[in-house]
């Protein structure tokens, strides 16, 4: 997919309201060769998504191996309005709390007082973390009103064709 088609779907509202969200499911293979998805918090830089992690979760060294991700931002209402995100993850160790952690957690429902009790036991746990950087590859929005799945598109092309 080509950089300018990538940045001209990131760029649509729909896609930006997506990219907003506070969680994607992050997709990858473990070390063992089987799938992995999991939820992760991650932040939107205008070109990025950074995610942050512990510096011993498991999902490092499977991502180390093999950096190729799959992203799924949704929604839960219907008509689901979802963004798929393909790319490659880069690791990056941090000392400290990355900025991206801390904003990637401030969507979360807290009172002032359970933020500040919340960033204080962060602080005190973390020593460093881990940034995990995707850069996109490969995007596609689908709002099931103006874009469709590639298989739904598909069955409506077989239907439409018939006699």
Same mark, same amino acid.
């Given at each position: 997919?080509?950089?300018?088609?990538?940045?001209?779907?990131?760029?649509?509202?729909?896609?930006? *309201? /997506?990219?907003?969200?506070?969680?994607?499911?992050?997709? =990858?293979?473990?070390?063992? %060769? +089987?799938?992995?998805?999991? @939820?992760?918090?991650?932040?939107?830089?205008?070109?990025?998504?950074?995610?942050?992690?512990?510096?011993?979760?498991?999902?490092?060294?499977?991502?180390?191996?093999?950096?190729?991700?799959?992203?799924?931002?949704?929604?839960?209402?219907?008509?689901?309005?979802?963004?798929?995100?393909?790319?490659?993850? *880069? /690791?990056?160790?941090?000392?400290?709390?990355?900025?991206? =952690?801390?904003?990637?957690? %401030? +969507?979360?429902?807290?009172? @002032?007082?359970?933020?500040?009790?919340?960033?204080?036991?962060?602080?005190?746990?973390?020593?460093?973390?881990?940034?995990?950087?995707?850069?996109?590859?490969?995007?596609?929005?689908?709002?099931?009103?103006?874009?469709?799945?590639?298989?739904?598109?598909?069955?409506?092309?077989?239907?439409?064709?018939?006699?």
């Amino acid at each position: 997919m080509h950089a300018t088609e990538i940045a001209e779907i990131l760029n649509r509202p729909l896609s930006q *309201e /997506l990219l907003a969200r506070e969680l994607t499911r992050l997709a =990858y293979v473990a070390k063992d %060769g +089987t799938p992995r998805n999991v @939820p992760i918090g991650f932040t939107w830089n205008g070109s990025q998504i950074v995610l942050c992690t512990t510096t011993n979760a498991p999902k490092l060294p499977a991502l180390r191996h093999n950096p190729a991700v799959a992203l799924t931002i949704d929604t839960e209402a219907f008509p689901p309005q979802i963004l798929l995100v393909r790319g490659r993850a *880069e /690791l990056d160790v941090v000392d400290g709390i990355p900025d991206e =952690y801390l904003q990637s957690s %401030g +969507t979360y429902k807290m009172t @002032p007082e359970q933020r500040v009790h919340w960033e204080a036991e962060v602080r005190s746990l973390y020593s460093s973390m881990v940034r995990i950087v995707v850069t996109p590859t490969w995007v596609k929005l689908i709002d099931f009103e103006t874009t469709l799945p590639s298989a739904v598109e598909e069955l409506i092309q077989q239907r439409d064709q018939r006699p």
